[in-house]
């Protein structure tokens, strides 16, 4: 990972090279010193080397060349590019965006504050994470579904297998590969603090079509497929170790790479809590990006195959598809199918913008997604529940109005992120900030501060609904999903608060209700 990471600039100057350098030596002993030295001698050097533009990425920052090089002269100022912008048609116009920390010579700066307990917290997470996958695998199993202390195997080849392992890791390639395929369109990221932003080509939506069809085949010739239900605790095993090597791996890379490129969030210092929160935003091998390929691909498609495996199955054993399992499955494969189809809409979340890579999201990713998001169709497939029509027909409109609520609140910000110009939004209200950047305070985003979440947990509500009311344990998604997102408001609010101060104070103050309106 460390010659990959020096691969991700062959252009460098040895300008950089020698700053990364002393970059590094710099965080052993004598940081403070050695990063004064560097930052005045870059300054110096700076006017006569102009840096070229790296592959994958596009300079936006005004801010970022103080000296008159060939890059600075096309680069406009903030009142020149206000001025530009005054001169054009609404449509043709660009987001001006000038953070205040749009400087090449700042530094991240170390995390101070912490979230999850810190490292206390992140220590538990990294054991505790697991453990729940586990526990929840085996308390639902054929035998029984109900929250009581299972009997927990002692053997290994209950928890490792070498198909499993083949199997999970032959996907994950097999993901990779189609990530790799040059179709589809590219995307521009949001502007980095380096004021770079990243290029993300996206083919999501095409590589679940291809992963459709490939299952549809392996139906059609009789294979196997049920092998990853009977394999279902090694498959988790090989997850687990996956996720804990490629973490250490990310932790690694990220402490010998250079610091402008850590996450605000995931700078402490602290081994512990940085490797868990995530210490670098953006890992890239080349122009394959980490985070954003685990976000989306192999554990939702994942977890949507899986799902396929369990409808099969049933359809083999019964003849017919079980109508509530059927409903459930279509819920999770259009949330999958959107994700995808929707996938450059995931370049203004908080995941790519905000946390690093790290264990957190490794885990989540590539864990926890695919092997507890489907406990609803795992127990329906088990014990099956008949539901009247009328429920379902309930369920579904509950799952619909969520789905409305999420899909349009998701898509009114990335869309007005792209572009706060776009003529379809002009009629929204904003507020504007420092930075820049205006806050949507109209629209749904003016109905309560994350109408996106409220959508999600309708809909979260709904598929474990489909499951009636013998067992609490597939009550545990949307619990557990409440919970999550209730934190990750506060996290965003927190974040947006720095970021924006007086201009959030004033949409708190416009915008009451936190998720779920005049109640919360
Ligand atoms: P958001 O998509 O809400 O992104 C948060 C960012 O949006 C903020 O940091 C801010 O960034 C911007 N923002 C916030 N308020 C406004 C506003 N009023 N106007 C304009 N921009 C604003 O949050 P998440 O990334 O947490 O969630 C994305 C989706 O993913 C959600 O639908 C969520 O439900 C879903 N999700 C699903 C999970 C799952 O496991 N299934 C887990 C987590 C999330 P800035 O201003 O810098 O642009």
């Given at each position: 990972m460390a010659s990959v990471k020096e691969a991700k600039s062959p252009g460098r100057s040895s300008r950089t090279a020698s700053k990364s350098k002393s970059r590094s030596r710099s965080r052993s002993r004598s940081r403070s010193r050695s990063r004064g030295r560097t930052s005045s001698a870059s300054r110096k050097r700076k006017p006569t080397t102009p840096k070229p533009k790296q592959e994958n990425m596009e300079s936006n920052s005004p801010a970022r060349t103080k000296a008159r090089t060939p890059e600075r002269a096309a680069t406009p100022t903030r009142k020149s590019a206000r001025l530009q912008n005054l001169n054009l048609a609404p449509e043709e116009r660009k987001p001006v965006i000038f953070e205040?920390?749009?400087?090449?010579?700042k530094r991240v700066p170390r995390t101070k504050k912490t979230e999850f307990g810190g490292a206390i917290g992140a220590f538990f997470m990294i054991f505790g994470l697991p453990v729940t996958v586990y526990f929840l695998n085996f308390v639902c199993t054929q035998n029984k579904c109900k929250p009581y202390l299972p009997v927990i195997p002692l053997d290994w080849q209950s928890y490792f297998d070498i198909q499993a392992a083949a199997i999970y890791l032959g996907w994950m390639a097999f993901q990779a590969l189609l990530y790799m395929v040059p179709v589809g369109p590219v995307v521009m990221g949001q502007p980095l603090r380096s004021g770079q932003r990243l290029k993300y080509r996206c083919n999501g939506f095409i590589s679940l079509c291809i992963s459709l069809v490939a299952f549809g085949a392996a139906v059609y010739f009789k294979l196997p497929v049920g092998i990853v239900l009977q394999k279902f605790t090694q498959l988790i095993t090989t997850g687990v170790v996956f996720s804990l090597v490629l973490s250490i791996i990310l932790y690694v890379n990220a402490r010998r790479g250079?610091?402008?490129?850590?996450a605000p969030g995931g700078n402490t210092g602290n081994f512990l809590y940085d490797f868990f929160i995530g210490h670098e935003l953006n890992p890239r091998v080349g122009s394959f990006d980490l985070k954003f390929f685990c976000e989306l691909r192999p554990g939702l498609i994942g977890w949507l195959m899986l799902n396929l495996v369990m409808l099969t199955e049933q359809y083999n054993k019964q003849g017919a598809l079980p109508p509530a399992l059927t409903m459930v499955v279509v819920f999770q494969a259009v949330y999958v199918a959107d994700a995808l189809w929707f996938?450059?809409?995931?370049?203004?979340?908080m995941d790519i913008i905000h946390d690093g890579f790290g264990f957190m999201l490794v885990f989540g990713d590539l864990v926890w997604v695919p092997f507890l998001y489907g406990l609803q169709t795992r127990y329906l497939s088990l014990y099956g529940v008949k539901m009247e029509w009328y429920c379902l027909v309930f369920i579904g409109i509950l799952n619909l109005i969520g789905y409305y609520i999420f899909r349009g609140s998701n898509s009114q910000k990335n869309e007005f992120r792209k572009n706060p110009y776009n003529p379809a939004l002009a009629h929204l209200e904003t507020i504007p900030t420092a930075s820049g950047k205006r806050l949507l305070v109209s629209g749904w985003w003016g109905l309560c501060h994350k109408p996106n979440y409220l959508g999600d947990i309708l809909m979260a509500t709904a598929w474990s609904l489909?499951?009636?009311?013998?067992?609490?344990?597939?009550y545990f998604y949307p619990v557990y999903f409440t919970i999550l997102l209730i934190h990750r408001e506060y996290r965003d609010a927190e974040q947006c608060h720095k970021k924006y101060k007086a201009s959030w104070d004033r949409y708190c103050e416009r915008v009451k209700y936190r998720i779920f309106p005049y109640i919360y």
């Open positions: 205040p920390y749009l400087d090449e010579e250079s610091n402008n490129k850590l996938e450059d809409a995931i370049l203004t979340t489909t499951c009636g009311f013998s067992t609490p344990v597939v």
